[in-house]
């Protein structure tokens, strides 16, 4: 199964013809509209009726967007304050988990950024085990642990290195690290780049799922994809 995370720097409607390109089975967006409100477009005819979208904002929001033939199914029982997350169950085989990692909501009492992760773990970590695949915009990364104060129940930071230890006990690992080999904070390659300038970039795009997994994943050349997103896609093949 073929799958793709992209966070599209809003404005999907207008740029989902580049990444269906792809011909995925599954696209996990961040930032993008709510299909609802394009009705009798050319998006609303890509979303279909296979998709499941959150957001607190139309134009701007979190979706999971798959092909006629993949069964999605949500998942239910799990905290519903968290609306950057999306947690489906597909073909009856595996969870995906659609992650948008993004500013803090204070009326609701949750935590920004790496901190709302931690948080959406500790609610719910019954969905983390081997049979889930991870993926999206966590805008982390280990080189800014020094940033997050906050604590989690075990006194531990609410950072990267202490969700990915978190996850690697569930038996989940990052998919990119794991192919290349190299440590986190030591990547070669990018998937963000700050306001768009190719000399600043920084890795904080995500897919996690069980080792040996993920058997291909792929992050297309920035000079291609810069005119579209400050974000570079993830595609990647499992088994």
């Known amino acids: 199964m073929k ?24 696209y996990v967006i961040c930032e993008c509209e709510n299909p609802t409100r394009h009705e009798g477009t050319d998006y609303a005819e890509f979303a279909g009726n296979n998709y499941f979208w959150t957001g607190d904002i139309h134009y701007m929001g979190l ?17 519903e304050r968290f609306k950057n997350f999306i947690a489906v169950r597909v073909n009856d085989i ?7 990692a993004m500013g803090a909501d204070k009326e609701k009492g949750l935590n920004e950024y790496t901190e709302m992760i931690h948080d959406y773990f500790d609610a719910n970590t019954e969905l983390f085990d081997e049979n889930l695949i991870m993926c999206g915009d966590f805008n982390s990364n280990v080189r800014w642990d020094y940033t997050h104060k906050a604590k989690d129940n075990d006194g531990n930071p609410k ?7 978190k996850l690697n006990k ?18 070669t390659t990018a998937t963000f780049f700050q306001s768009i300038h190719l000399d600043q970039p920084y890795y904080i795009d995500y897919v996690y799922a069980a080792k040996g997994r993920v058997n291909n994943l792929k992050i297309p050349e920035a000079e291609e994809w810069i005119k579209l997103s400050d974000h570079m896609p993830l595609v990647f093949e499992f088994d």
């Open 159 to 165: 950072d990267q290195t202490h969700l990915n230890i």
């Open 94 to 100: 595996f969870n995906l988990l659609a992650v948008w």
């Open 3 to 26: 799958i793709v995370s992209w966070n599209c720097n809003k404005l999907f409607r207008e740029r989902y013809t580049a990444i269906v390109k792809e011909d995925a089975d599954i």
């Open 170 to 187: 569930k038996g989940l690992y990052s998919a990119y690290h794991e192919l290349t080999k190299e440590e986190q904070g030591n990547e």
């Open 63 to 79: 979706g999971i967007f798959a092909k006629d033939n993949i069964k999605l199914e949500p998942i239910e029982g799990l905290d």
